[in-house]
């Protein structure tokens, strides 16, 4: 696991390294409830290792009545009894940091559980000292809500309390009270819960739905959106001008940045935020005071077209700040699995970009092995997105299936009958069947890691364009004399393209024999790494 030793001169561990999101429920259970835990990830360590990752990133397991499946926090530093407990998670942590694994958790700063100790003072009476921690507004002199505000979640973003006879602010569910970042002392209470992690060894934080921190203090209404249509989702149909992106969020930021550089070894902070590439960049902050990595994932948006992702990259890479270290991402537990977006066949050319491009790359559980999404019988929704608006394409559950390790019951996952349905393909499309197949999608993101592990050019080298066509996307880093061209037919028939003469170093077509053959054209799906000579 240990990176060549001019990488680790002068080059900080979150960016030559390659991060794995860890979706706890679903990656592996030890204890027959049909729900993954901390020990099942423990005994899947060495997957991990052997995949050839740095760090994993493991979505929430703090203490949460799963509303939203942990990103509704009860208690930010307590183990969800379904994952383990505290002395479950300190050994892992010791387990992955003793294979040179580093371990990255959520963070989730903008709202808690309405069962958190925090909301139920808030909401006991107007007078508590905790009132204002969440945001409280009376009701509009009609008695409806305060304003137009929506919740990502469906319907408006304010929910009455007819005790208090107040109404309180959620982005998202009624069961997720928006924290007020305002107050002083929410500020302090979250960052102390940043330190009451790194005390116990972890290497940093995704920090959930940064750009939901901070809401207009005037409270005025969001504008119509002039796209939204019948089909999207009804909280798109206004504008967030009002709800996300606030200006006093980088100072928030920029205090949870203090706190992670106090701290030795170089903790990492990442930051969620669906934004356009302009916004997204301040979230680095002006003198690199923000986050290290502003996650993002302009990748899964931007049609899967030559001319779209050379222009994609280009305007990234021209828009990082001087002191921005780039990033990219292809999956997460929110969006469309990647083989489902771009075909089986194209997500193995995806995976070799996403591994070749300049910049530290999230892999999503799963997408190492091609999984698509699965559909979900109506008696299985568990996402409260498909519950609140079913039939709007928008539930994640077909994302976030158990991860299939082998043909045995309930692919090797569980002993039981999983908490959502397996891919029906599980007993021929599972982890023991492709790891000794040297033509498995699995064995390529092998190839691919182990690739970028040992080539500081794929790591550190520049990125530059070189060829774009209506087809094929071909690229090049360059790092002093060393240079490594990759080309990617981004289609299903052959391309032609002369490759630079030299080594192939690897193809996603495993009949490719590896080697200096000359190259004219590439095959249909084929995605090569060259090193010219
Ligand atoms: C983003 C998370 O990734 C998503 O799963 C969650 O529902 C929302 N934030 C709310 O925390």
Redesign the pocket.
């Known amino acids: 696991m240990t990176p060549p030793a001019d990488l680790q001169a002068d080059f900080v561990w979150w960016k030559h390294g390659v991060i794995y999101q860890v979706y706890p429920r679903s990656f592996q259970d030890s204890n027959g409830d049909g729900v993954g835990d901390i020990e099942g990830i423990i005994a899947r360590l060495d997957y991990l290792v052997a995949l050839g990752v740095d760090a994993m990133w493991i979505?929430p397991i703090f203490r949460s009545p799963m509303k939203?499946?942990g990103?509704?926090i009860s208690d930010h530093t307590a183990i969800d009894p379904i994952f383990g407990d505290l002395a479950a998670f300190d050994w892992m942590v010791r387990q992955a940091h003793a294979r040179g694994l580093k371990v990255i958790l959520?963070f989730?700063p903008?709202?808690t559980s309405d069962r958190h100790l925090w909301f139920l003072e808030s909401r006991s009476n107007r007078t508590n000292p905790r009132r204002d921690w969440y945001i409280w507004r009376d009701p509009a002199p009609d008695g409806g809500p305060p304003n137009n505000w929506r919740s990502?979640?469906g319907g408006p973003a304010w929910t009455f309390d007819s005790h208090t006879g107040q109404y309180y602010y959620h982005?998202?569910?009624a069961s997720?009270p928006d924290l007020n970042w305002r107050h002083p002392h929410v500020g302090q209470a979250m960052l102390d819960t940043l330190r009451s992690w790194l005390d116990r060894g972890v290497d940093g934080f995704r920090v959930?739905?940064i750009h939901?921190l901070f809401e207009d203090e005037t409270f005025a209404d969001n504008p119509p959106n002039p796209i939204w249509r019948e089909g999207m989702s009804p909280a798109e149909q206004l504008l967030r001008t009002r709800t996300v992106d606030q200006a006093e969020v980088h100072g928030a930021v920029a205090s949870m940045r203090r706190v992670t550089d106090a701290y030795d070894d170089n903790p990492v902070l990442i930051g969620?935020a669906y934004l356009p590439l302009e916004r997204l960049m301040a979230y680095y902050g002006g003198a690199g005071e923000g986050f290290h990595l502003p996650f993002n994932f302009h990748l899964m948006t931007t049609p899967w077209r030559p001319q779209e992702i050379a222009a994609l990259i280009e305007a990234y890479e021209s828009q990082l700040p001087a002191h921005g270290w780039p990033n990219w991402v292809l999956g997460?537990?929110?969006r469309s699995r990647l083989a489902s977006r771009v075909g089986r066949s194209q997500s193995r050319v995806a995976a070799m970009l996403l591994l070749t491009l300049r910049g530290t790359p999230t892999l999503y559980q799963g997408d190492e092995l091609g999984m698509v999404d699965v559909p979900i019988p109506p008696d299985r929704v568990r996402d409260?997105?498909e519950l609140n608006m079913p039939g709007l394409g928008l539930g994640?559950d077909p994302v976030r299936t158990p991860m299939p390790w082998s043909g045995e019951p309930y692919a090797g996952f569980s002993s039981t009958e999983p908490w959502l349905p397996l891919n029906p393909d599980w007993r021929d499309m599972n982890v023991a069947r492709q790891i000794d197949d040297p033509a498995s999608i699995l064995s390529l993101n092998r190839a691919l890691l182990r690739l970028r592990r040992s080539e500081p050019c794929l790591t550190r080298g520049d990125y530059r364009a070189h060829t774009v066509t209506d087809q094929l996307f071909a690229f090049e880093r360059a790092l002093g004399e060393d240079r490594i061209v990759i080309a990617l037919n981004l289609g299903d028939s052959l391309q032609s393209f002369e490759a630079p003469r030299g080594l192939i170093l690897l193809s996603t077509d495993p009949d490719r024999k590896a080697g200096s053959e000359p190259i004219a054209a590439l095959r249909p799906n084929e995605g090569l790494i060259v090193r010219p000579r």
């Open positions: 979505s939203d499946f990103y509704d959520d989730v903008n709202h990502e979640f982005a998202f569910l997720q959930d739905a939901h969620e997460n537990h929110d409260p997105l994640r």
